[in-house]
């Protein structure tokens, strides 16, 4: 599980998600960020050895992209304690975040991101 990295599963706190004073995560629409699919990340963010797909991308060829499932990209609860929130703005919505349901400590919330793990499937084609 990731909390000190961009490119692992997991959200770092005071950068991804907001954190109060008592260890509680914020519902201000923070969390892990995430895009309803690989192509519609940042270019730095897409491995180099798929630029044969995406020219000009210059992520580093030690990370992968990965997908959680194939329904549509919206609102709405996705795993146990843990829900989808698509950004504001017209379509297509090409980024949202995965945040929880509900006030809880940060372990709390790390452990339900990491809960998630086998429904990640690498996702390059």
Not at 53 to 75: D, E, K, L, R, W
Not at 79 to 99: K, M, S, Y
Request: aromatic share 6%.
């Amino acid at each position: 599980m990731g909390s000190t990295s961009f490119s692992e599963l997991g959200a770092r706190a005071g950068v991804d998600i907001t954190v109060d004073a008592a260890g509680n995560v914020d519902l201000d629409a923070s969390g892990m960020s995430l895009a309803p699919g690989w192509r519609d990340l940042d270019f730095t963010r897409i491995p180099k050895r798929l630029r044969p797909i995406v020219p000009g991308v210059t992520g580093a060829n030690s990370t992968s992209c990965f997908s959680m499932g194939a329904g549509p990209f919206q609102n709405g609860v996705v795993a146990n304690g843990l829900e989808l929130i698509a950004d504001q703005g017209q379509a297509p919505v090409t980024h949202g975040v995965i945040a929880p349901v509900q006030v809880v400590p940060l372990a709390q919330y790390q452990t339900d991101l990491e809960n998630t793990r086998a429904a990640w499937q690498i996702d390059e084609t």
